[in-house]
C-alpha cells in the first residue's frame, strides 16, 4: 500500500505563529548567516556577535529578546531578516536530527501547528532527507 506522505507539503504547511521564533534553544547562526543578517541590516559585521548573538557552547545562536522570541521577529510584521534567515530556520521543520531520530517530530509538532503529527518514520524520513538535500543545494 501507498504512503499518503510523499512531500514536505503532505505533512507541513507553516500558519506563520512565530511559535518555531519563541523560546529557549535559540537559531545557530554561520558564519555566512552572519554575512548575510549584517549586510541585509546595514550593520558592522565586526560588532554583530556581540550585538545578536549569544553563546550555546561553542556556537553563536541568535539573542532572544524580553519577549521571549528571535531578537529579528517582531510580532506585526514577523521576521524582519526573512530574506536573508539563517540555514536553521530556512530548514524548520526539515532538519537534520529528524532523519536519525523520527521520534522527535511529534515532539517539536507540540508547539508547531503547521506540523501533522504520527508520520511513519520512513516516510518522515525520506521526506527529511529530501528537503535537507534540496536546501543545502539551494546554499551552496
Known amino acids: 500500500m501507498a504512503s499518503e506522505f510523499k512531500t514536505c507539503d503532505d505533512i507541513f504547511e507553516c500558519q506563520l505563529c512565530g511559535n518555531c521564533c519563541n523560546g529557549f534553544g535559540g537559531t545557530y547562526v554561520t558564519q555566512q548567516d552572519i554575512i548575510n543578517i549584517s549586510t541585509y541590516i546595514n550593520f558592522d559585521l565586526e560588532k554583530f556577535i556581540a550585538r545578536y548573538c549569544d553563546k550555546s557552547g561553542t556556537r553563536n545562536v541568535l539573542t532572544l529578546g524580553k519577549d521571549g522570541y528571535c531578537v529579528f521577529f517582531d510580532t506585526i510584521s514577523q521576521c524582519t531578516i526573512h ?33 501533522k503529527k504520527n508520520i511513519p518514520h520512513k516516510d518522515l524520513q525520506k521526506i527529511v532527507a529530501l528537503e535537507k538535500e534540496k536546501l543545502d543545494k539551494s546554499v551552496i
Open 83 to 115: 530574506p536573508v534567515k539563517p540555514y536553521m530556520c530556512k530548514a524548520w521543520p526539515f532538519i537534520q536530527t529528524i532523519i536519525k531520530h523520527p521520534e522527535n517530530w511529534n515532539a517539536m509538532a507540540n508547539s508547531c501547528l503547521g506540523m
